[in-house]
C-alpha cells in the first residue's frame, strides 16, 4: 500500500522569504507525484506534477519540487513568497493502477507581512 | 468554458435525513471520485467510477451511495447511516491513459460543505 507523509502541519513565514514544504512517500514500483494548492473554501489546484524525466519539476505560482529516490521525498520550494501563497498544500501519489491517488496530510503556510 | 461544477456550495441537513450532492463535468473525462475532507485531515477517498454505471468504494464508503448513470455526472448521496456526515466534499475527475501510465491528472471541482444540524 502507497503512503504519503507531510511532516509539518503548519509553516508560518514572512513575505519573500523562501520555503519549503517536506513531502515523503512510499510506494512498492512506479511513482508518479503530485502537489495540489488549495486555497480557502476551494477545490485543489493541481501546482506541479513528477511523472519522469528531470527529477526537478518546475510548476505555476513560481513553486518547484525536487524527486529524490534515494531519500523518497518529493519536497515543495519556492524562493520568495507571497502573501497570495497563503493556502494548504497537499502531496499526493498515483497508485500503480493509474486510477488512484494518495494525499498525505495536508501542511497549510501561513506568508506574515 | 470545461470544468468541473458542485452544487449546492452549502448544504444544511438535519440529522436522520438523506442528501443529495450534485457533481457535472463537462471534461469528457471517463472518471469521477468523491472525496472528504476534514478540519486539518487530508482527503479520504468515498467512491470511484472509471466508466459509467461502474464504480467502486473507497476507503470511507460507509454511510454513502452514488450513481453513475451518465458520464456527465457523479451524484453521491449521504445517507442517514453515515454518523458524522459534517465535512468538505471534493468530487474530481481524470481521463485515465489506460494501465499503469500514470499521466492521469485529477482536476477538482470547488466543494459542497456540508453541515449538520
Known amino acids: 500500500a502507497q503512503s504519503v507523509t507531510q511532516l509539518d502541519s503548519q509553516v508560518p513565514v514572512f513575505e519573500e522569504a523562501p520555503v519549503e514544504l517536506r513531502c515523503n512517500y512510499s510506494s512498492s514500483v512506479s511513482v508518479y507525484l503530485f502537489w495540489y494548492v488549495q486555497y480557502p473554501n476551494q477545490g485543489l489546484q493541481l501546482l506541479l506534477k513528477?511523472?519522469?524525466?528531470?527529477?526537478l519539476v518546475k510548476g505555476i505560482n513560481g513553486f518547484e519540487a525536487e524527486f529524490n529516490k534515494s531519500q523518497t521525498s518529493f519536497h515543495l520550494r519556492k524562493p520568495s513568497v507571497h502573501i497570495s501563497d497563503t493556502a494548504e498544500y497537499f502531496c499526493?501519489?498515483?497508485?500503480?493502477?493509474?486510477?488512484?491517488?494518495?494525499f498525505g496530510g495536508g501542511t497549510r503556510l501561513m506568508v506574515k507581512p | 468554458d470545461g470544468g468541473i461544477t458542485q452544487s449546492p456550495k452549502y448544504l444544511f441537513r438535519k440529522e436522520g435525513q438523506n442528501v443529495t450532492l450534485s457533481c457535472e463535468q463537462n471534461?469528457?473525462?471517463?472518471?469521477m471520485y468523491w472525496y472528504r475532507q476534514d478540519p486539518g485531515q487530508g482527503l479520504r477517498l468515498i467512491y470511484y467510477?472509471?466508466?459509467?454505471?461502474?464504480?467502486q468504494k473507497g476507503d470511507i464508503a460507509e454511510g454513502y451511495s452514488v450513481s453513475r448513470e451518465k458520464k456527465e455526472s457523479f451524484p453521491l448521496t449521504v445517507t442517514s447511516a453515515q454518523k458524522n456526515p459534517t465535512a468538505f466534499y471534493l468530487c474530481?475527475?481524470?481521463?485515465?491513459?489506460?494501465?499503469?501510465?500514470?499521466?492521469?491528472?485529477?482536476?477538482f471541482g470547488p466543494g459542497t460543505r456540508l453541515t449538520v444540524l
Open positions: 513528477y511523472l519522469s524525466g528531470s527529477t
Open positions: 499526493a501519489v498515483l497508485n500503480n493502477a493509474g486510477n488512484m491517488l494518495t
Open positions: 471534461l469528457n473525462h471517463d472518471a
Open positions: 467510477s472509471q466508466i459509467v454505471n461502474d464504480f
Open positions: 474530481a475527475s481524470t481521463h485515465p491513459h489506460g494501465g499503469s501510465t500514470g499521466t492521469d491528472t485529477q482536476y
